[in-house]
């Protein structure tokens, strides 16, 4: 399993990015697939996660600001994130593995990790 972020950047507050994650076999469809960040001195958080029935789930902190979605055409995740802040900075991977529909954002049930990108708000 392969997982390849990109889009990340430096953005104003309130702007927006949209980052995107090619993932490698049929992942996006047999996988639950998500969002996780890390900003320094903080733990790895989730952010949004999609699984093979496109159930999502939003960490509470970006509600209504980020949307997850997924192309199994193109074995591609994305994440839009608009009204960015501050707080939003981050390094942010993609992750896919099996997670019951209450637990999307729980990230020790994740298996696969990309490397990575990074996006400053400022």
């Known amino acids: 399993v392969q997982l390849v972020e990109s889009g990340g950047g430096s953005v104003q507050a309130g702007g927006s990015l949209r980052l995107s994650c090619a993932a490698s076999?049929?992942?996006?469809?047999?996988?639950?697939i998500g969002w996780f960040r890390q900003a320094p001195g903080k733990e790895r958080e989730g952010v949004a996660a999609?699984?093979?029935?496109?159930?999502?789930r939003y960490a509470d902190s970006v509600k209504g600001r980020f949307t997850i979605s997924k192309d199994n055409a193109k074995n591609t995740l994305y994440l839009q994130m608009n009204s960015l802040q501050p707080e939003d900075t981050a390094i942010y991977y993609c992750a896919a593995g099996h997670a019951p529909p209450a637990y999307l954002l729980v990230a020790r049930l994740y298996n696969y990790w990309g490397q990575g990108t990074q996006v400053t708000v400022s």
């Open positions: 999609i699984n093979s029935d496109a159930r999502t």
């Open positions: 076999g049929y992942i996006t469809s047999r996988y639950c």
